[in-house]
């Protein structure tokens, strides 16, 4: 199904800690993990166990070649939860997010994966995935998903506008449909916060096209792939309508060595949704 493929990273920046938001009372709670967990690796338990540790209830994971089913079986082992993956075919279509959602707290309304077709991608097809999923608490709704750009030594924008591209207008139509619900998503972009097509994605702008504009909510300063790196794995999300809690890296993994069959680690974001539910 898929061959043989080698990501590069660039050079590590410095730690650093950000500082904890405030609880707003009546704000839904939102954790999200997100992890690039190595196409070769099949270690579904060791993957779960890792994740579990974290407690979200929204899991991104990159390079996912192993069921969907498989996956979501064992995140429910592990956490005493009932995990489900997001509503899409059986079929792979390309490296996106794939999207589990703890089904006690979230109800998905819709969602698919589609391959974003972009002439020139590099490594693999790149695919654009996106749920819509309601707090069944307060019925209040959100946009997730992702996608995972292709590795371009010295950056290749216009690629990258296209394989992103794809996805915005997956999440455009869901948030024309479901309310203008806030939109949060995960991924390996290969390129870190200081370059050119992450600045601009969080200005709005994907190539010449204007969406929404987005905030870092993980706010990871350290390497995400398991040599020295900048953060690379990021979790964007529209600013006005979550508030930080706390996120970053997790506490798993060491630097030079894989973690579990993944040669980058996990990172998550601690939220609050406080846009009002519609």
Known sequence: MTKAHHW???????????APGLPVEGAVGVKLLQWNVHWENKDAAGLAGIIAANHPDIIGLDELTLPLSNMAEALSAASGRPFRTQPRGSTWVGYGTDIFYNSEK?????????AAACSGSRGGERAANWVVLQDRASGSKLITGGTHTSYCEHGCDTLHACELGHMYQKFMEMKSKFEDAPVVWMGDMNRNMHTHIIQELLRGHVGP???FPVADLARTQTNTYYKVSWAI????????AFRFVSGGRTSQGITGQHLVGADHFPIYADLQLVAPAR
Do not use: K, Y
């Open 209 to 211: 096209t204007n969406f």
């Open 233 to 240: 794995d990021h979790i964007f999300g529209e600013g006005d």
């Open 8 to 18: 590069l990273c660039i050079p590590s920046s410095p730690e650093a800690t950000s």
């Open 106 to 114: 979230w109800e998905a309304l819709e969602g698919g994966a589609e």
